[in-house]
C-alpha cells in the first residue's frame, strides 16, 4: 500500500507515516459518496444548518489542538493558527445564515395561469482538491457551502495539510454529517488525479496555476463544473499623501503574514517617488522587528517555508533580480536548516524585468519600486497575467475609487490588503482563477438552476 509520509517543516522531522488511498479505494469512495448524496439533500435545512453549528463549536473546543496540529505540520506559527481557526468562525457564521436564503425557491412571475420559478439544485458529488497554506479557509470556503446546499464532499486536503484535512472530516462526521457523504482522500497530487477521474458533478481546486492547469485539461471533455482558485502577484500603490509609517506596517504585515505564503499576500509595492525613502526606511524596521523562531513558540511571528522545494524559487528570485540590479535591503537569504527556513526579505530598485516582480514568490519576499505618477503605477499594477487582488493606499477616497476601478483583480483595497471577508466574492481574474467563492454567489455555486414553467390547467 502506499504512503504518504507528514515531516515538520520547522524541524525536518517525521511526524507520522499515514497510509494513502489507492486509485481503487478512491474510486470506492467517491461511489460511496455518490450513493450517500440523495438522502442527505433531502434532509430538511435545518438538521444541515444544525451539523455546521455543530462542527463549528467543536472547531473552537478543540482550538488548541486543532492549531497544534496545523503548525506542525505547515510550520506556521501557532498564534496565526489560532488566528485561522478563529477567523472561519465568523464564515460559518455567515452560511449558516445565508444558506437557507440563497438557495430557496425563487417564485419569479405568476400570471395569466402561468407561474415560473428557480429552485437551486444540488450539483451532486463535487470534488474539492485544496492548498496547504490556509487549509481551514481554502477548505471549508468549498466543502461548508457545498454539504449546507445538499452535496456529498470528496476532499483531497494537499498533502502538507493532511492531518488537518482529517480532523476537518473527522470534526464534521462527529457533527453529524453522515461518512459517507464527506470523504477525505490521502495522498499526494496523484491522487487529486484519481479523484477527478471519478464521476464527479463539479470540482474545486485551490493550488497553483500550473496544477489548475492540469486540472481544467483533466475535466474539460466532461463539461461539469470548474472553479479554480491560483495564485497572485499582488500589488499595492502608495500615492504620497499617506500617513508613511502607518501605511508601512500595514503593507509589512500584508507582504510577511503567514510567512508570505498566502494566495493575497502583497508580493509588489509601488511607492510614490516623494515618500518612497521613507516608507522604505519604516517598513525595513518593521520587517526587523518581527520575530522569527520555534512556530510553537507564542511569540513567533515568521514561521518555515512549508514546502522545501519553495526554497530554491525564493533564493533564484532574489539571485535574479540582485543580478539585474536590485539591492536587498533586508534578508534574502536561505537560513541553515533543520527545517525550511528563508529570511523576510525586502528588495528595492526593482522592475518588471525581474522575475520577483513577475512571478508569484509565495514566501517572505517584497519588491518595493519607486514610481512618478498615478498612471505610471497602474499600468504597472495592471502589467501581470494574474487578478487576484490589489490596493491603493491614500487618504484621497474619491482617487483611491478612481484607481481601483482600473485594476484588474478580482478584490480590491482602499488602505487595507491581505484580507478576505466571507460577505464579498473571492473571485481570481486572469491566470488567478476561475469561478468564486463566498458570498452568496459562493453558496449558489454548489447549485445549478432549475428553471420551472408551471400553466395550471385552463
Ligand atoms: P499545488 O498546485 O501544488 O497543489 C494544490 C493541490 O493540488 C494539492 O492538494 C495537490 O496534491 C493537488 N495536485 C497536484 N497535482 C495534481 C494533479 N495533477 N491532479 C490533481 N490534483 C493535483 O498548490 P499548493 O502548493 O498546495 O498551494 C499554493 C498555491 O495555491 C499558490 O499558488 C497559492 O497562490 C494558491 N492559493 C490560492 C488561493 C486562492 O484563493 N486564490 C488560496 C490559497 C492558495
Same mark, same amino acid.
Given at each position: 500500500m502506499a504512503t504518504l509520509d507528514i515531516h515538520n517543516p520547522a524541524t525536518g522531522t517525521l511526524i507520522t507515516t499515514l497510509d #494513502?488511498?489507492?486509485? !481503487?479505494?478512491?474510486?470506492?469512495?467517491? %461511489? $460511496?459518496?455518490? &450513493?450517500?448524496?440523495?438522502?442527505? @439533500? +433531502?434532509?430538511?435545512? #435545518?438538521?444541515?444548518? !444544525?451539523?455546521?453549528?455543530?462542527?463549528? %463549536? $467543536?472547531?473552537? &473546543?478543540?482550538?488548541?489542538?486543532? @492549531? +497544534?496540529?496545523?503548525?506542525?505540520?505547515?510550520?506556521?506559527?501557532?498564534?496565526?493558527?489560532?488566528?485561522?481557526?478563529?477567523?472561519?468562525?465568523?464564515?460559518?457564521?455567515?452560511?449558516?445564515?445565508?444558506?437557507?436564503?440563497?438557495?430557496?425557491?425563487?417564485?419569479?412571475f405568476?400570471?395569466?395561469?402561468?407561474?415560473?420559478?428557480?429552485?437551486?439544485?444540488?450539483?451532486g458529488l463535487v470534488l474539492n482538491i485544496s492548498a496547504w497554506n490556509y487549509p481551514y479557509f481554502v477548505g471549508c470556503n468549498v466543502i461548508v457551502p457545498a454539504l449546507l446546499t445538499g452535496n456529498a464532499v470528496l476532499y483531497k486536503p494537499s498533502e502538507y495539510a493532511t492531518l488537518t484535512g482529517l480532523h476537518i472530516t473527522r470534526l464534521l462526521h462527529e457533527a453529524g454529517v453522515p461518512p459517507a457523504v464527506m470523504q477525505c482522500l490521502v495522498g499526494a497530487g496523484a491522487v487529486g488525479a484519481a479523484a477527478l477521474a471519478q464521476p464527479i458533478n463539479g470540482v474545486f481546486f485551490t493550488g497553483s496555476h500550473?496544477?489548475?492547469?492540469?486540472?481544467?485539461?483533466?475535466?474539460?471533455?466532461?463539461?461539469?463544473?470548474?472553479?479554480?482558485?491560483?495564485?497572485?502577484?499582488?500589488?499595492?500603490?502608495?500615492?504620497?499623501?499617506?500617513?508613511?509609517?502607518?501605511?508601512?506596517?500595514?503593507?509589512?504585515?500584508?507582504?510577511?503574514?503567514?510567512?508570505?505564503?498566502?494566495?493575497?499576500?502583497?508580493?509588489?509595492?509601488?511607492?510614490?517617488?516623494?515618500?518612497?525613502?521613507?516608507?522604505?526606511?519604516?517598513?525595513?524596521?518593521?520587517?526587523?522587528?518581527?520575530?522569527?523562531?520555534?512556530?510553537?513558540?507564542?511569540?513567533?511571528?515568521?514561521?518555515?517555508?512549508?514546502?522545501?522545494?519553495?526554497?530554491?524559487?525564493?533564493?533564484?528570485?532574489?539571485?535574479?533580480?540582485?543580478?539585474r540590479g536590485a539591492r536587498v535591503l533586508f534578508g534574502g537569504q536561505v537560513l541553515p536548516g533543520p527545517g525550511n527556513w528563508f529570511e523576510p526579505?525586502?528588495?528595492?530598485?526593482?522592475?518588471?524585468?525581474?522575475?520577483?516582480?513577475?512571478?508569484?514568490?509565495?514566501g517572505p519576499i517584497v519588491g518595493i519600486q519607486k514610481v512618478d505618477s498615478d498612471d505610471e503605477a497602474l499600468a504597472l499594477m495592471n502589467d501581470t497575467r494574474y487578478g487576484l487582488t490589489a490596493g491603493v493606499y491614500t487618504r484621497d477616497e474619491a482617487k483611491a475609487r478612481e484607481l481601483l476601478a482600473r485594476v484588474n483583480a478580482g478584490s480590491v483595497y482602499w488602505n487595507c490588503c491581505d484580507r478576505v471577508s466571507p460577505r464579498l466574492p473571492w473571485s481570481g481574474w486572469g491566470d488567478s482563477g476561475i469561478g468564486l467563492t463566498l458570498s452568496r454567489q459562493g453558496i449558489q455555486t454548489f447549485t445549478r438552476p432549475k428553471a420551472w414553467h408551471l400553466r395550471a390547467p385552463a
Open positions: #494513502a488511498d489507492s486509485d !481503487a479505494s478512491v474510486a470506492a469512495k467517491a %461511489a $460511496a459518496a455518490r &450513493a450517500a448524496q440523495p438522502a442527505w @439533500a +433531502a434532509l430538511p435545512m #435545518a438538521e444541515r444548518l !444544525a451539523v455546521m453549528q455543530r462542527f463549528r %463549536a $467543536a472547531l473552537l &473546543a478543540q482550538i488548541d489542538t486543532l @492549531a +497544534a496540529t496545523m503548525t506542525q505540520e505547515t510550520g506556521k506559527p501557532i498564534a496565526l493558527s489560532r488566528n485561522e481557526i478563529n477567523g472561519l468562525l465568523p464564515r460559518i457564521d455567515f452560511f449558516v445564515e445565508q444558506a437557507e436564503d440563497a438557495v430557496h425557491d425563487e417564485h419569479v405568476d400570471g395569466g395561469g402561468l407561474h415560473e420559478q428557480i429552485a437551486h439544485v444540488p450539483l500550473a496544477t489548475g492547469q492540469k486540472i481544467a485539461q483533466a475535466v474539460a471533455a466532461r463539461l461539469i463544473k470548474l472553479q479554480l482558485e491560483l495564485g497572485g502577484k499582488d500589488p499595492t500603490y502608495v500615492r504620497a499623501d499617506v500617513d508613511v509609517r502607518a501605511a508601512a506596517e500595514s503593507l509589512a504585515d500584508g507582504a510577511m503574514y503567514n510567512t508570505g505564503q498566502g494566495c493575497c499576500s502583497v508580493e509588489r509595492i509601488y511607492v510614490h517617488a516623494d515618500v518612497h525613502d521613507a516608507f522604505v526606511q519604516h517598513f525595513v524596521d518593521t520587517v526587523r522587528g518581527m520575530k522569527r523562531g520555534d512556530p510553537m513558540d507564542d511569540s513567533s511571528y515568521i514561521g518555515a517555508i512549508t514546502r522545501a522545494p519553495q526554497l530554491q524559487v525564493l533564493r533564484a528570485q532574489v539571485d535574479d533580480a540582485v543580478g526579505t525586502v528588495l528595492v530598485d526593482v522592475n518588471h524585468d525581474m522575475q520577483v516582480m513577475r512571478e508569484e514568490s509565495f
